[in-house]
């Protein structure tokens, strides 16, 4: 019976010594129901970090659900965030991205544990239970950063005309008198104006704005190395409230000669000639326009909050190590938290970014691009 007992208490102890499990930094697959397809795609935290980032994706032009998918797997596994990622579907199709489909984003839910949403989304026309949880996470006051057409993110047509949820489209110009310009002016900065540069032929190179070269976004990053080949986006000037720009945009002519084959359409980060016109004749780069800005937001009955935004973002921009860095570097000063000296963005996995432009339906029929292919 003593030896029993000892044996009894040696294996109690011994069990007590075991090391629990690390937090697994692989992607775990959400959905509501295991036999039904995976419909989001959650990166874990790591021990130390219980912060949560969601990053919602879903527009038809810059490949959102490339990018993002690839910056939450580095928030994950370079910085150890739990990252959530949303992607635009069909609702009988389940698991099947469909960027032109602009009605439905499962997963939302999400938002109420949400400590960060990252948002590249255009002219999407959500159901009322979808847009119920966003907008109870903007009266939160939580931090919010939007890329290239989040600026645009929301748009409700005629078909749409009993919607609850018209203000936060782009072109609203109602009675709601905070809310005109919609989403993107009221809580971002700016709404859809224009394409400033020659979309596809003038690329966007990033310059310090006046009195920002020791903002904490911008640490790590030299003047003049962030580039994208997205040409720069038109905004009025000055931008509203207390908007701090960030990085000033110059457009930028191309060396070589257009080549549709070319992911950055025959345009390259060595291009360093700064246009004097667009293709429509307008003046450029005097002044530039910014291309990334802070703000504060506040909706009517919530609590204030921060925003980031930067109107570059498409897919193959975020190959530019600097602009990772100063979308992870937003990141970290949305949420408070200390800016990385030199933020670890290297990237995770293989990622070959798609050339940005609109595709038709058809395309995505046959391309079948499942949520389960970016694990």
Known sequence: MKNFIYLSLFLILLACSQKPKETSQ????????????????????????????????????????????QMAKIMSTRHGFKSTVLYAQEPDKPGVINPNYTRNIPGLESLKTADMVVILTRFRALPHEQMLLIDNYLKSGKPILGLRTATHAFNFGKNDSTSQWKHYGNGYNGDKEEWKGGFGRFILGEKWISHHGHHKHQSTKGFFAPGADNHPILNGIKDGEIWGSTDVYGVRLPLPGDSQPIVLGQVTNRKGEYNENDIFYGMSASDNEAATTNKKGEKLNDPMMPVAWTKSYQLPGGKKGKAFTTTLGASSDLLSESLRRMVVNGIYWAMDLPVPENADVALVGIYNPSQYGFQKDAFWIEKNMKVSDFK
């Open 26 to 69: 692989e992607t775990t697959p959400v959905s509501n129901n295991d036999n039904k397809p995976v419909q989001w795609l959650t990166f874990g935290a790591t021990e130390n970090n219980g912060k949560h980032i969601v990053f919602i994706t879903g527009d038809e032009e810059y490949r959102s659900e490339e990018g993002l998918s």
